[in-house]
T-cell receptor
Framework: SQTIHQWPATLVQPVGSPLSLECTVE??????LYWYRQAAGRGLQLLFYSVGIGQISSEVPQNLSASRPQDRQFILSSKKLLLSDSGFYLC?????????????FGDGTRLSIL | EDQVTQSPEALRLQEGESSSLNCSYTVSGLRGLFWYRQDPGKGPEFLFT???AGEEKEKERLKATLTKKESFLHITAPKPEDSATYLCAVRQGAQKLVFGQGTRLTINP
């Protein structure tokens, strides 16, 4: 069966510091990968998605970037964090190809910027 | 622009008291509507995909239905362990899901 791992679970960072959040998927090959942010009282917002190694699509302009160095690894980064980057960051995967496939989420990283 | 609105924002029920959650959507050409359950501090857990008006899906005490403008998540004889936030999303384009704000459901014993 497929599993998705995110780490760390919680993170407290000062304003202006760098960020690296990692997500890995097991039990499937060539998945679509996604990064979402869930701010308090707001719905999930898609930040980035990837359909293959090195292929990144950005949904909203922001202070963050994403990379996919390996087939089942997705990384969310920032060079300098802002207060507005606080939130709950979720990684998700879906099967590529035929039909309408659901996205499956990890357990997220709670990021607090001080 | 595609939009998803869920109601109510919060719902408290007694154990065994059946009810329904609503998800209204405006989308040009529905390509899938998804229901998720989210527990506090966790990621959303996939429940159902609905593809076309008239479709129904069931899982234990949950039943999801779809019309051309909205979807309902019916919960029958709920138990305290059904307490969670329930999220609805519609597919936009090839990859994007547009989520509603969710309904926070509390089942009191």
């Amino acid at each position: 069966s497929q599993t998705i791992h995110q780490w760390p679970a919680t993170l407290v960072q000062p304003v202006g510091s760098p960020l690296s959040l990692e997500c890995t998927v097991e039990g499937t090959s060539n998945p679509n990968l996604y990064w979402y942010r869930q701010a308090a009282g707001r719905g999930l917002q898609l930040l980035f998605y990837s359909v293959g190694i090195g292929q990144i699509s950005s949904e909203v302009p922001q202070n963050l970037s994403a990379s996919r160095p390996q087939d089942r690894q997705f990384i969310l980064s920032s060079k300098k964090l802002l207060l507005s980057d606080s939130g709950f960051y979720l990684c998700a995967w879906s099967v590529q190809g035929i039909g309408i496939q659901p996205q499956h989420f990890g357990d997220g990283t709670r990021l607090s910027i001080l | 622009e595609d939009q998803v609105t869920q109601s109510p924002e919060a719902l408290r029920l007694q154990e065994g008291e059946s009810s329904s959650l609503n998800c209204s959507y405006t989308v040009s050409g529905l390509r899938g509507l998804f229901w998720y359950r989210q527990d506090p501090g966790k990621g959303p857990e996939f429940l159902f995909t609905l593809y076309s008006a008239g479709e129904e899906k069931e899982k234990e005490r949950l039943k999801a239905t779809l019309t051309k403008k909205e979807s309902f998540l019916h919960i029958t004889a709920p138990k305290p362990e059904d307490s969670a936030t329930y999220l609805c999303a519609v597919r936009q384009g090839a990859q994007k899901l547009v989520f509603g704000q969710g309904t926070r459901l509390t089942i009191n014993p």
